[in-house]
């Protein structure tokens, strides 16, 4: 079973950017799909973001399609989403996900293999 622990979170000025990093344990990183998730107070948890396990495909919210990107690097265990011209609404705790099945990464009701803890991102104005 693969374990995640996200980092990047904080506080930014809108406008600004952040990247946050995802790192996996395990050897068997890239049999997992990727996505992240985010989930601001008083909402249900949302999609964010999704890249396959070669980083072939990804998938986008409508919400951050060209603002997001996200990446992985195989050798380092690591998915990493960078996030440009942030708004107050993009503040959330930001989860990253792995699942073996690249189209549940999308859903943020499905049973996902592994999830991490979370990291903040407060977006002022």
């Known amino acids: 079973q693969v374990q995640l622990v996200e980092s990047g979170g904080g506080l930014v000025l809108a406008g600004g950017s952040l990247r946050l990093s995802c790192a996996a344990s395990g050897r068997t990183f890239s049999i997992y799909a990727m996505g992240w998730f985010r989930q601001a107070p008083g909402k249900e948890r949302e999609f964010v973001a999704a890249i396959s396990r070669l980083g072939v495909s990804t998938d986008y919210a409508d919400s951050v399609k060209g603002r997001f990107t996200i990446s992985r690097d195989n050798a380092k265990n690591t998915v990493y989403l960078q996030m440009n011209s942030l708004k107050p609404e993009d503040t959330a705790v930001y989860y990253c996900?792995?699942?073996?099945?690249?189209?549940?990464?999308?859903?943020?009701?499905?049973?996902?293999?592994?999830w991490g803890q979370g990291t903040l991102v407060t977006v002022s104005s």
């Open positions: 996900a792995a699942d073996r099945n690249y189209y549940d990464c999308r859903n943020p009701s499905a049973a996902l293999d592994a």
